[in-house]
């Protein structure tokens, strides 16, 4: 049999050809579960509101897990961190007005201030080579917003042997009370933060002064992309700039 015999055949002129209804409907509905989110990568869950990501950063912040910090700090807060660090050394290491061209010349000790000079000078290399490890102030403002902020935060916690890897051994500082929305993109995250009290007896001038237990502090939350990220208010343990003078100044 000669196949040349028998006529070309198109979608037009085969009914064979053409397809069935019921296959067109599946192959779209195969098609439409496969682009689905659910399918694809899994079913999709809500990205959390800015009091959870509050309630994580306090979390974070007292176990002293510095990598879950850097996952829900901001990138603008990191940059932000970086700045205020740079300013601080560059503050502490600059050379201060001496106290006569301030008119008290009676307070002038070129003895006194030339200690403290020193002092500063050496606080400010043992912020740069054991915190941020950076040869100088330059160097600072250019490296990275996630390590500087690394290196400062592991360096004040190492005292204590907090570290990313290391289980919760401390319960949150404070406490996230609600938050308030101003926007789409911004929302401030209201936290409840216990009072440091003295230890022993208060004073006797300080007896009538009030003592507050507990204290209001606002934590604020922008949107990065479709995340809610802190700007890292009140983030980490106060790292004092001061210089001692030590006792062989």
């Not at 689905?36 to 979390?59: D, L, M």
């Not at 080579?129 to 916690?157: C, G």
Request: charged share 20%.
């Amino acid at each position: 049999m000669n196949p040349y015999d028998f006529p070309l055949m198109d979608a037009t002129t085969s009914p064979d050809s053409r397809p069935h209804p019921c296959r067109v409907t599946g192959c779209l509905l195969a098609l439409a579960l496969a682009a689905s989110p659910a399918v694809a990568g899994g079913q999709q869950q809500p990205h959390p509101p800015p009091e959870a990501v509050a309630r994580a950063v306090a979390q974070a912040d007292s176990t002293g897990d510095w990598a879950a910090l850097l996952r829900l700090a901001h990138p603008d807060a990191l940059v932000r961190f970086r700045g205020r660090q740079t300013f601080q050394i560059r503050m502490l290491g600059s050379a201060w007005p001496a106290m006569d061209s301030l008119g008290s010349d009676s307070l002038v000790d070129s003895t006194l201030e030339t200690r403290w000079q020193r002092a500063r000078t050496r606080q400010v290399r043992h912020m740069l080579d054991s915190v941020f490890q950076v040869p100088t102030e330059d160097s600072l403002a250019h490296t990275s917003p996630d390590t500087v902020f690394a290196r400062w935060f592991r360096a004040t916690r190492a005292v204590g042997g907090d570290s990313a890897a290391s289980p919760p051994t401390h319960a949150p500082a404070y406490r996230v009370i609600g938050a308030v929305r101003a926007s789409d993109t911004l929302a401030y995250v209201v936290v409840e933060r216990p009072v440091v009290q003295p230890l022993g007896l208060m004073p006797e001038m300080f007896r009538d002064f009030p003592r507050d237990t507990h204290q209001a502090e606002v934590m604020v939350m922008r949107r990065h992309g479709r995340e809610w990220k802190s700007m890292l208010d009140g983030v980490g343990e106060s790292y004092q700039y001061g210089a001692d003078l030590g006792p062989e100044e």
